[in-house]
């Protein structure tokens, strides 16, 4: 029990200290800041979704046919975002076009529901890999586990500035911008308790699971971090800063493990 509320802490821990960042700075992120952030956030997630997600699910059977559960399970996270993606009205930083089905919702609300969708694979990705960890045989350590935490941990605080602060530029009074960037990950440790129910009760499919969380926060950063990353100025920083997110997030996964 300890090390399931050790892992859904650490989390929303990175996501305050993050939002947090809001009293520090002014109504504006600088470019280089949030491509740098964005970057970060993107190495540590794609490193977390091999070598934590998509790696111990291979592992987990034996043979010729052992990556096929992986690779259901991947496909089955992306198509699951996209649908949530589709069928979620929302809306990105940096655009003005609402995507998903038209809605009278405000933009603020469109945006909280854009952030939702981001932590969403995170959230399972955490309690897929807890899962793992209180189950006997299944080839996950808890310290493997807790290192997924903590990797989402660190990049969740990147994530948290590039929430408050916007909110911040947009008019918003500090406190409430801090608020606001806080409750953007309440769907982590919801989506990690979803999850983690789940494969306790059917042991067999944990390496769905696994691989499963793994195509949804790849989805993530294909589909949003990446571009956002890339496009405009500094983008050198931004590869810089993912290649710095993914051998930290490596080091941390084999080295404690």
């Known amino acids: 029990m300890e090390t399931i509320l050790t892992g859904l802490l650490v989390p929303m821990l990175g996501i305050v200290l993050g939002s947090a960042m809001v009293f520090l700075t002014g109504r504006q992120m600088s470019d280089l800041l949030q491509k740098s952030l964005l970057g970060f956030a993107a190495g ?3 490193s977390a979704s091999f070598w934590s997600l998509l790696l111990p ?12 559960p992986a690779a259901i399970g991947f496909l089955a996270g992306i198509g699951f975002l996209l649908f949530i993606d589709i069928v979620t009205p929302h809306i990105h930083f940096g655009t003005t076009q609402p995507e998903g089905p038209r809605t009278g919702l405000s933009r603020t609300t469109m945006l909280m529901l854009a952030i939702t969708i981001h932590h969403l694979p995170e959230g399972m990705a955490i309690g897929v890999v807890l899962a793992g960890a209180i189950q006997n045989g299944a080839g996950i350590s808890t310290a493997s586990a807790l290192v997924v935490a903590l990797g989402i941990a660190i990049q969740n605080v990147p994530e948290g500035a590039v929430v408050s602060i916007p909110m911040r530029a947009s008019g918003k009074s500090r406190t409430r911008s801090f608020l606001m960037g806080c409750l953007s990950g309440i769907a982590q440790p919801l989506g990690a308790v979803m999850v983690l129910l789940l494969a306790a009760l059917f042991v067999p499919v944990l390496p769905y699971l696994l691989a499963f969380a793994a195509g949804a926060m790849l989805y993530v950063v294909v589909e949003e971090i990446i571009p956002e990353a890339s496009s405009g100025q500094h983008t050198n920083h931004s590869t810089i800063l993912f290649a710095a997110g993914f051998v930290i997030m490596m080091m941390l996964d084999i080295v404690l493990d």
């Not at 699910?57 to 096929?68: D, F, K, P």
């Open 44 to 46: 540590v997630m794609v």
């Open 57 to 68: 699910a291979v592992e987990m059977n034996e043979g010729r046919w052992a990556v096929l």
